[in-house]
């Protein structure tokens, strides 16, 4: 079966980084997205990897190694307004998005 | 980034009526748009994909007759929620993609149903 496994809760101070995990089990690989949902919103785009490595925008960061099924996403220099949920979301090989359950991230000041 | 927009963005409703809820890609034409459901709580769950002017391709689970899905044109989907009852209570939210590969769906703003 095809599975997506991040952590459910994780909380971090103000000012600090935190990296959020993501593990995967899927039927094909054509990318892995990160999105970030604020509670009773629609999720946003944050990252995209298909190759292997590190992508950097700003803040965040998006790591991504297909041998092990293993990315990550770096928020650094944390700001109240992170405080959000972190979905990661895998497209297999029919194109579709295989969503894990989002990350809780509370952030303290 | 492309826009998609959702309408309406709140309904409540009683329960065995039926319920429509618009998709539109604002400034391009969506080869695919998906429709997602989502508990409190939860992630995200798939619950069709639809292409302009063919039938939807629904997740298993998922009742077509319940949950109709209408996507006439390349910039507008709609879902109609049948004869609504109190567990379709959720948040409803739609996305559009384009292009071959779809890497990058747009996210609407969601809908947020409850049904009395």
């Known amino acids: 079966g095809q599975n997506i496994d991040q952590p459910t809760e994780m909380t971090a101070t103000e000012g600090a980084i935190v990296q959020i995990n993501c593990t995967y089990q899927?039927?094909?690989?054509?990318?892995l997205f990160w999105y970030q949902q604020h509670a009773g919103e629609a999720p946003t785009f944050l990252s995209y990897?298909?190759l292997d490595g590190l992508e950097e925008k700003g803040r965040f960061s998006s790591f991504l190694s297909r041998s092990k099924g293993y990315s990550y996403l770096l928020l650094k220099e944390l700001q109240m307004k992170d405080s959000a949920s972190y979905l990661c979301?895998?497209?297999?090989?029919?194109?579709?998005?295989?969503w894990g359950a989002g990350t809780k991230l509370i952030i303290k000041p | 980034g492309a826009v998609v927009s959702q309408h309406p963005s709140r309904v409540i409703c009683k329960s065995g009526t039926s319920v429509k809820i618009e998709c539109r890609s604002l400034?391009?034409?969506?080869?695919?748009m998906f429709w997602y459901r989502q508990f409190p709580k939860q992630s995200l769950m798939l619950m069709a994909t639809?292409?302009?002017?063919?039938?939807?391709?629904?997740e298993q689970g998922v009742e077509k007759d319940k949950f109709l899905i209408n996507h006439a044109s390349l910039t507008l989907s709609t879902l109609t929620v049948t004869s609504a009852h109190p567990e379709d209570s959720s948040f409803y939210i739609c996305?559009?993609?384009?292009?071959?590969?779809?890497?990058?769906?747009?996210f609407g703003p969601g809908t947020r149903l409850l049904v009395l």
């Open positions: 996305s559009a993609g384009f292009g071959l590969a779809l890497e990058t769906q747009y």
């Open positions: 400034d391009f034409q969506a080869t695919t």
């Open positions: 639809s292409n302009e002017g063919s039938k939807a391709t629904y």
């Open positions: 899927t039927s094909g690989f054509n990318g």
């Open positions: 990897n298909v």
């Open positions: 979301a895998v497209m297999d090989s029919n194109y579709q998005l295989i």
